[in-house]
């Protein structure tokens, strides 16, 4: 067989051979998922919170390790002018146990914070788990260097946020601090107990307001 001849044979043979092999099957693509958005995106609402949750005041009932009863403090000074000008509107007080008490704040050789007990959002009363721990602040040392003493006289003051209609606020920080009055007293203080509303406030956090929802129980020593 001549050269040529030769060459095209073996040429036809490598065009048959391809034309027998089988292309590989192509590989099955995967689907991609579609994308699940986070809450907060568009469309997708954001889970809400539990009535429990939003409910919850923001702290808990403490009592400072140390009571700082100095006249001459500026908080304390702030607080007894504002008691002062306040004694005058208490509704549950004669005229006489409003000059009683006004005398023995204006006299007090001193009077300090011992307690403050944190309330939710709109609410009054104390909640069962504030009595509990009230109940056990109560017994710590440096509150009761001022309950065992007799002569010493507790001011409950009442405070709330700055939501809201004024009016209602003044109504909810008294009835606050006659809810606390009411539970010193059950939980067995014998000292005299009054309570003050001293109405809207911010004066303990501007930006976060939960925490002027507070009662405070300050000692007033004659």
């Given at each position: 067989?001549?050269?040529?001849?030769?060459?095209?044979?073996?040429?036809?043979?490598?065009?048959?051979?391809?034309?027998?092999?089988?292309?590989?099957?192509?590989?099955?693509?995967?689907?991609?998922?579609?994308?699940?958005?986070?809450?907060?995106?568009?469309?997708?609402?954001?889970?809400?919170?539990?009535?429990?949750?939003?409910?919850?005041?923001?702290?808990?009932?403490?009592?400072?390790?140390?009571?700082?009863?100095?006249?001459?403090?500026a908080e304390n000074q702030a607080v007894k002018t504002e008691v002062l000008?306040?004694?005058?509107?208490?509704?549950?007080?004669?005229?006489?146990?409003?000059?009683?008490?006004?005398?023995?704040?204006?006299?007090?050789?001193?009077?300090?914070?011992?307690?403050?007990?944190?309330?939710?959002?709109?609410?009054?009363?104390?909640?069962?788990?504030?009595?509990?721990?009230?109940?056990?602040?109560?017994?710590?040392?440096?509150?009761?260097?001022?309950?065992?003493?007799?002569?010493?006289?507790?001011?409950?003051?009442?405070?709330?946020?700055?939501?809201?209609?004024?009016?209602?606020n003044q109504a909810i920080s008294l009835q606050r601090a006659d809810s606390?009055?009411?539970?010193?007293?059950?939980?067995?203080?014998?000292?005299?107990?009054?309570?003050?509303?001293?109405?809207?406030?911010?004066?303990?956090?501007?930006?976060?307001?939960?925490?002027?929802?507070?009662?405070?129980?300050?000692?007033?020593?004659?």
């Amino acid at each position: 067989m001549t050269g040529p001849l030769r060459l095209a044979c073996l040429l036809a043979a490598i065009a048959l051979a391809g034309c027998d092999r089988k292309a590989a099957p192509a590989a099955a693509s995967t689907p991609t998922p579609a994308p699940v958005n986070e809450p907060g995106y568009a469309g997708v609402p954001e889970p809400s919170a539990s009535p429990a949750a939003s409910e919850a005041p923001s702290g808990q009932v403490v009592a400072p390790e140390q009571v700082n009863t100095d006249s001459a403090n500026a908080e304390n000074q702030a607080v007894k002018t504002e008691v002062l000008s306040r004694i005058d509107v208490m509704p549950n007080l004669t005229p006489e146990e409003k000059d009683k008490l006004y005398v023995q704040v204006e006299r007090a050789r001193g009077m300090g914070k011992i307690i403050t007990i944190p309330f939710a959002s709109g609410k009054t009363a104390v909640g069962a788990t504030e009595i509990a721990a009230l109940q056990e602040v109560i017994k710590l040392p440096q509150v009761q260097k001022f309950a065992s003493d007799p002569t010493v006289v507790f001011v409950v003051l009442g405070f709330a946020d700055k939501k809201g209609d004024p009016g209602k606020n003044q109504a909810i920080s008294l009835q606050r601090a006659d809810s606390v009055v009411s539970t010193l007293k059950r939980s067995g203080i014998l000292n005299v107990t009054h309570a003050v509303g001293m109405g809207s406030s911010e004066i303990f956090d501007a930006q976060n307001l939960d925490k002027n929802r507070v009662v405070e129980v300050w000692a007033v020593l004659p």
